[in-house]
């Protein structure tokens, strides 16, 4: 049962356009959903976060929007760079679920390929 | 410099032997993580630890233990039980202070090779 999914494997963009990854999730009782990014052979590297009483939350050139009535979230990197190639993982967390808090549901990745 | 570190960064072991992986946080964070990536998969939470002295187990716990004598460690064990041991594995730390705070922070990882 994945309660977290990012049906994209992989994402092909030129620099300088945007990259949007998706994530979708079926938990309604999530409250709290970050993103991060994965080099090979590393830990993965928190990006953003976002709390579900905001719909979008910006950090330079990374903004997350969050949709609740449709269970989905998106990141979009704006303009994208060859150094943003990487996997990139949502994440999602909810108090309420486990009766405690930090616990964290992971996506599978989305590999993004930024072409110069 | 704080942090979390994992050692080795490469670890070999035989078929049938345990081994345990280290991990340290000095963040002064509450809650530690181990968790399991396959190649294709996303991470897989193997067991987690808010105190000293407690843990739970994650989603896929068999084969594998810890133990949390202190709040900056938190080593995990993966014995000759565990099926397919081979894999990359990942610590994580985090504060346990209000949801928003509960972003977990990463090590840089374990390769486990069973040979």
């Known amino acids: 049962d994945q309660q977290v999914k990012q049906n994209s494997p992989s994402l092909s963009v030129q620099e300088g356009r945007i990259s949007i990854l998706n994530c979708d999730y079926t938990?309604?009782?999530?409250?709290?959903f970050l993103w991060y990014k994965k080099y090979p052979a590393e830990g993965p590297t928190f990006l953003i976060s976002?709390?579900?009483?905001?719909d979008k939350n910006e950090d330079g050139r990374f903004t997350v929007f969050l949709n609740k009535s449709a269970k989905h979230l998106s990141l979009h990197i704006v303009p994208s760079q060859p150094g943003d190639s990487a996997v990139y993982f949502c994440a999602a967390s909810g108090w309420g679920i486990y009766n405690q808090g930090g616990k964290l549901i992971f996506g599978q990745g989305t590999e993004l390929s930024v072409k110069p | 410099d704080g942090g979390i570190t994992q050692s080795p960064k490469y670890l070999f072991r035989k078929e049938g032997q345990n081994v345990t992986l280290s991990c340290e946080q000095n963040l002064n964070h509450d809650a530690m993580y181990w968790y399991r990536q396959d190649p294709g998969q996303g991470l897989r939470l193997i067991y987690y630890s808010q105190i000293v002295n407690d843990f739970q187990k994650g989603d896929i716990a068999e084969g594998y233990s810890v133990s949390r004598e202190k709040k900056e460690s938190f080593p995990l064990t993966v014995t000759s039980a565990q099926k397919n041991p081979t894999a990359f594995y990942l610590c994580?730390?985090?504060?346990?202070?209000?949801?928003?705070?509960?972003?977990?922070?990463f090590g840089p990882g374990t390769r486990l090779t069973v040979l």
């Open positions: 938990n309604s009782m999530f409250d709290y």
């Open positions: 976002i709390s579900s009483i905001k």
């Open positions: 994580a730390s985090s504060i346990l202070a209000g949801i928003e705070t509960d972003t977990q922070y």
